[in-house]
């Protein structure tokens, strides 16, 4: 049963990384035409891109396929993670990796429902991330959970600026069909985006340590938040639109994984 639905999870997971590759791309081109029309009062983030795209006429089409896509990139990962699928193993870094692989499998879950509540007509309220940091802090023990998933979040942005680094971007990505200057060029593109999402991540991060620490949610911020508090601290707009081409960068970078990463071992 497993083998056999091992070509349906591959479809479903390239179909989840080219609906990443749509969502990157597209909160990044429009956080860039925002700058070219608001200048320092440019915006971003996820609710502004569906919002956009939702007031086109072919929108609730592209809404419809964005779900998805996210669906399908939800149960793949959360399969991968249940059936080890990538043969991570029982030790503990093997079965951290699993855990994170169920849980981004949850966060597109999560970004589907959202997807579909808004092709319906629901009307996505603001802050989201706000909303559930305050609801974390009210019960017991939440402001040191809060500032675990701050620091979790920090760590992660660190961990995408080691891969920028390195250049390893991703161990199941086989680029060795294409010629080597083409190969290159991809690495570098998933570098330049990794970068932008590692600065994300680590602003977010950052803001919501405090929030813990704090026990304030009130200045929690998600992917748009982040992008203009960053875009606040250094060089204002011209920061915020190297942010906005690195996301551009990574939805160009999801496409290359929708073809060319290898789903599953064995």
Not at 151 to 173: H, S
Not at 239 to 259: N, P
């Amino acid at each position: 049963m497993v083998a056999l639905a091992h070509p349906w999870v591959r479809r479903l997971l390239r179909l989840g990384f080219a609906a990443r590759g749509i969502l990157y791309s597209l909160i990044g081109l429009l956080t860039l035409w925002s700058i070219v029309r608001s200048g320092s009062r440019a915006h971003g983030g996820v609710n502004t891109t569906f919002a956009s795209i939702q007031a086109v006429a072919p929108g609730m089409v592209l809404l419809a396929g964005l779900a998805l896509g996210f669906a399908g990139f939800a149960v793949g990962m959360m399969w991968t993670a249940i059936f080890d699928w990538n043969f991570e193993g029982t030790k503990p870094s093997g079965l951290l990796r699993s855990a994170g692989s169920f849980i981004v499998g949850v966060v597109h879950l999560s970004l589907t429902a959202s997807t579909v509540l808004l092709a319906a007509g629901h009307q996505p309220q603001g802050h989201g991330a706000r909303r559930w940091t305050e609801l974390l802090l009210s019960y017991p023990f939440g402001r040191a959970g809060v500032a675990i998933g701050g620091l979790y979040a920090i760590g992660y942005g660190l961990f995408l600026m080691v891969k920028v680094w390195t250049g390893k971007l991703d161990p199941l990505l086989d680029l060795s069909s294409l010629p080597k200057g083409k190969a290159l060029a991809a690495n570098w593109i998933g570098r330049f985006g990794m970068l932008s999402r590692g600065i994300i991540y680590a602003t977010i991060g950052v803001v919501l340590a405090f929030a813990g620490w704090r026990g304030d949610g009130s200045n929690v911020v998600g992917i748009g938040g982040a992008m203009r508090k960053v875009s606040q601290e250094v060089y204002v707009v011209a920061w915020l639109a190297v942010v906005a081409s690195g996301l551009v960068a990574y939805g160009l970078f999801m496409f290359i994984e929708a073809r060319y990463r290898r789903m599953g071992q064995g």
